[in-house]
């Protein structure tokens, strides 16, 4: 006798060992996925910072084109002198310069960068400045910033772009090493907040031979981008990147205050044609101050002599 059409063979159920790899395989792809996670964000963090410096770097040829020159630093004060003594930064000054509440949109091809911008902030938090990266000191610091401008290849800084006391353009520059082989501006982490010895924070010393005692540590490493000074808005390329002990000369002239980031791959530096990149922190010493400085004076042509 035939079976019934409506009659089905009863299905096999999944074995113990058929649940054991399913779960093993789900786990495996979970992880992965979790895995993941932290590399993708962080991959984000790094191109907006690259971001933040490529807008500062169109700030920065934006004010060539508009005055003729970079920012100028005056000469730095000591640090137990007030700090509305100091010269204006070049943050402030190009913000001045080119009637920019931000750097943010500014475009060197636009006739007129200043007319998409704000009233100049006094103060205050300034978007672009901040490294999304350095998240655990968002918030700390009333007008911090990330990101600083060059001095030198030494820790006196008189080679640099924003050497203090030194006016320059980027046609001089452009003689000397070229705007893409020297630095502009790079990241430095902020202080932590607390006067003890970290690498996000820094020591006072009389010289920069000295190493600085416990009580002569601060916390407010770019707590403001307000004043040019070396404590908050200016960087070395004297020694190489991610420095463990940061030292400030307390007549605030010299400094081995460089760039220091909490990316996994190194350190982003902007370069004076308007291009960032990421810089290990392996790199070679003689290369890292060679980018931060503008290069020797080239010797004047000879004068031809005169054919009779």
Same mark, same amino acid.
């Given at each position: $006798?035939?079976?019934? *059409?409506?009659?089905?063979?009863?299905?096999?159920?999944?074995?113990?060992?058929?649940?054991?790899?399913?779960?093993?395989?789900?786990?495996?792809?979970?992880?992965?996925?979790?895995?993941?996670?932290? &590399?993708?964000?962080?991959?984000?963090?790094?191109?907006?910072?690259?971001?933040?410096?490529?807008?500062?770097?169109?700030?920065?040829?934006?004010?060539?084109?508009?005055?003729g020159g970079l920012p100028f630093v005056g000469p730095l004060i000591p640090v137990d002198r007030p700090i509305d003594e100091a010269p204006p930064s070049p943050h402030r000054a190009m913000l001045d310069g080119l009637g920019a509440a931000d750097f943010l949109g500014i475009d060197v091809l636009k006739k007129d960068a200043r007319s998409s911008h704000a009233t100049v902030p006094v103060g205050g938090v300034v978007p672009g400045f901040l490294c999304p990266s350095d998240a655990a000191a968002f918030?700390?610091? +009333?007008?911090?910033?990330?990101?600083?401008?060059?001095?030198?290849?030494?820790?006196?800084?008189? !080679? +640099?772009?924003?050497?203090?006391? &030194?006016? $320059?353009?980027?046609?001089?520059?452009?003689?000397?090493?070229?705007?893409?082989?020297?630095?502009?501006?790079?990241?430095?982490?902020?202080?932590?907040?607390? !006067?003890?010895?970290?690498?996000?924070?820094?020591?006072?010393?009389?010289?920069?031979?000295?190493?600085?005692? *416990?009580?002569?540590?601060?916390?407010?490493?770019?707590?403001?981008?307000?004043?040019? !000074?070396?404590?908050?808005?200016?960087?070395?390329?004297?020694?190489?990147?991610?420095?463990?002990? *940061?030292?400030?000369? &307390?007549?605030?002239?010299?400094?081995? $205050?460089?760039?220091?980031?909490?990316?996994?791959?190194?350190?982003?530096?902007? $370069?004076?044609?308007?291009?960032?990149?990421?810089?290990?922190?392996?790199?070679?010493?003689?290369?890292?101050?060679?980018?931060?400085?503008? +290069? *020797?004076?080239?010797?004047? !042509?000879?004068?031809?002599?005169?054919?009779?």
């Amino acid at each position: $006798m035939r079976p019934h *059409p409506s009659a089905r063979r009863p299905r096999a159920g999944l074995s113990p060992a058929d649940v054991v790899v399913a779960l093993a395989v789900a786990f495996v792809v979970i992880l992965f996925v979790l895995m993941a996670l932290p &590399r993708t964000r962080e991959t984000a963090r790094l191109a907006s910072c690259r971001r933040n410096l490529a807008q500062i770097g169109q700030a920065v040829l934006s004010y060539q084109a508009t005055t003729g020159g970079l920012p100028f630093v005056g000469p730095l004060i000591p640090v137990d002198r007030p700090i509305d003594e100091a010269p204006p930064s070049p943050h402030r000054a190009m913000l001045d310069g080119l009637g920019a509440a931000d750097f943010l949109g500014i475009d060197v091809l636009k006739k007129d960068a200043r007319s998409s911008h704000a009233t100049v902030p006094v103060g205050g938090v300034v978007p672009g400045f901040l490294c999304p990266s350095d998240a655990a000191a968002f918030g700390r610091f +009333g007008a911090p910033t990330s990101y600083r401008a060059c001095v030198g290849s030494d820790f006196a800084g008189t !080679d +640099g772009p924003f050497a203090p006391g &030194r006016a $320059m353009d980027l046609h001089e520059i452009e003689r000397r090493d070229g705007a893409a082989f020297t630095a502009a501006f790079a990241e430095r982490l902020l202080g932590d907040g607390r !006067d003890e010895p970290s690498w996000l924070n820094y020591g006072l010393v009389g010289s920069m031979a000295e190493a600085p005692p *416990p009580d002569a540590w601060r916390g407010d490493a770019g707590s403001t981008w307000l004043p040019a !000074d070396l404590r908050y808005t200016l960087y070395a390329h004297a020694e190489t990147p991610n420095i463990v002990a *940061p030292r400030v000369a &307390r007549d605030g002239r010299s400094s081995s $205050m460089g760039a220091t980031s909490a990316h996994v791959g190194g350190v982003n530096v902007l $370069m004076l044609d308007g291009s960032a990149r990421l810089v290990a922190p392996t790199i070679d010493a003689d290369v890292w101050r060679a980018m931060g400085s503008i +290069g *020797p004076e080239l010797a004047a !042509d000879p004068t031809p002599t005169p054919r009779n």
